[in-house]
Protein backbone atom coordinates (compact mmCIF):
# COMPACT_ATOMS: atom_id res chain seq x y z
CA UNK A 1 0.00 0.00 0.00
CA UNK A 2 1.17 3.57 -0.94
CA UNK A 3 -0.07 6.24 0.85
CA UNK A 4 0.34 10.10 -0.38
CA UNK A 5 -0.58 12.76 1.43
CA UNK A 6 0.24 16.58 0.21
CA UNK A 7 -1.10 19.83 1.27
CA UNK A 8 -1.26 23.32 0.26
CA UNK A 9 -3.38 26.67 1.40
CA UNK A 10 -5.83 25.55 -0.64
CA UNK A 11 -7.02 21.77 0.58
CA UNK A 12 -5.13 18.61 1.26
CA UNK A 13 -4.98 15.29 -1.22
CA UNK A 14 -4.70 12.14 0.26
CA UNK A 15 -4.48 9.01 -1.77
CA UNK A 16 -4.27 5.39 -0.92
CA UNK A 17 -3.40 3.09 -3.93
CA UNK A 18 -2.33 -0.94 -3.77
CA UNK A 19 -1.54 -2.68 -6.41
CA UNK A 20 -3.63 -5.78 -5.53
CA UNK A 21 -6.23 -7.36 -7.72
CA UNK A 22 -8.18 -4.08 -8.41
CA UNK A 23 -12.38 -4.13 -9.03
CA UNK A 24 -14.29 -5.26 -11.59
CA UNK A 25 -16.00 -2.63 -13.57
CA UNK A 26 -19.39 -3.86 -12.97
CA UNK A 27 -18.58 -2.98 -9.51
CA UNK A 28 -17.80 0.33 -9.66
CA UNK A 29 -20.56 1.55 -10.86
CA UNK A 30 -22.65 0.92 -7.63
CA UNK A 31 -19.38 0.85 -5.27
CA UNK A 32 -20.81 3.92 -3.54
CA UNK A 33 -24.41 3.25 -3.14
CA UNK A 34 -25.57 1.70 0.18
CA UNK A 35 -26.01 -2.16 0.93
CA UNK A 36 -24.16 -3.21 -1.91
CA UNK A 37 -21.58 -5.06 -0.31
CA UNK A 38 -20.14 -8.54 -1.27
CA UNK A 39 -18.48 -9.23 1.81
CA UNK A 40 -20.52 -11.31 4.02
CA UNK A 41 -21.33 -9.94 7.08
CA UNK A 42 -21.19 -6.52 5.99
CA UNK A 43 -23.64 -3.93 5.81
CA UNK A 44 -22.29 -2.05 2.63
CA UNK A 45 -22.53 1.43 3.98
CA UNK A 46 -18.91 2.50 4.66
CA UNK A 47 -18.23 3.74 1.60
CA UNK A 48 -21.28 5.45 1.33
CA UNK A 49 -20.70 7.10 4.73
CA UNK A 50 -17.21 8.17 3.89
CA UNK A 51 -18.30 9.98 0.56
CA UNK A 52 -21.33 11.24 2.09
CA UNK A 53 -18.55 13.15 5.34
CA UNK A 54 -16.33 13.87 2.42
CA UNK A 55 -18.86 15.86 0.43
CA UNK A 56 -19.93 17.75 3.39
CA UNK A 57 -17.20 19.60 4.05
CA UNK A 58 -17.05 20.37 0.39
CA UNK A 59 -14.67 17.89 -0.55
CA UNK A 60 -14.77 14.54 -3.26
CA UNK A 61 -13.72 11.08 -2.56
CA UNK A 62 -13.26 8.84 -5.87
CA UNK A 63 -11.78 5.31 -6.64
CA UNK A 64 -10.17 4.91 -9.74
CA UNK A 65 -9.39 1.20 -10.14
CA UNK A 66 -7.78 -1.28 -12.76
CA UNK A 67 -9.47 -4.76 -12.36
CA UNK A 68 -5.96 -7.07 -12.10
CA UNK A 69 -3.87 -4.11 -11.74
CA UNK A 70 -4.87 -2.08 -8.25
CA UNK A 71 -6.78 0.08 -7.08
CA UNK A 72 -6.42 3.84 -5.61
CA UNK A 73 -8.52 6.10 -3.35
CA UNK A 74 -8.51 10.00 -3.67
CA UNK A 75 -9.71 12.33 -1.19
CA UNK A 76 -9.42 16.04 -1.55
CA UNK A 77 -10.41 18.12 1.08
CA UNK A 78 -10.35 22.49 0.94
CA UNK A 79 -8.46 23.70 3.68
CA UNK A 80 -11.69 25.35 5.73
CA UNK A 81 -14.60 23.68 6.23
CA UNK A 82 -17.82 25.55 6.23
CA UNK A 83 -20.24 25.97 9.09
CA UNK A 84 -22.32 23.86 7.72
CA UNK A 85 -20.30 20.78 7.39
CA UNK A 86 -18.91 21.05 10.72
CA UNK A 87 -22.92 20.92 12.11
CA UNK A 88 -23.77 18.38 9.87
CA UNK A 89 -20.91 16.05 11.18
CA UNK A 90 -21.57 16.79 14.92
CA UNK A 91 -25.42 16.10 14.49
CA UNK A 92 -24.63 12.96 12.87
CA UNK A 93 -22.18 12.35 15.30
CA UNK A 94 -24.60 12.55 17.94
CA UNK A 95 -27.40 10.10 16.32
CA UNK A 96 -24.44 7.19 16.36
CA UNK A 97 -23.59 7.79 20.04
CA UNK A 98 -24.63 5.27 22.63
Known sequence: IDLTLRGDENGVRLEVAD???GIPAE?????FQPFQSETVGSFGIGLYESKRIVESYRGTLRVESEFGRGTRVVVELPAVAGQGAVR???I???E???
Open 27 to 31: RMRTL
Open 19 to 21: TGG
Open 96 to 98: KAP
Open 88 to 90: QTS
Open 92 to 94: AAK
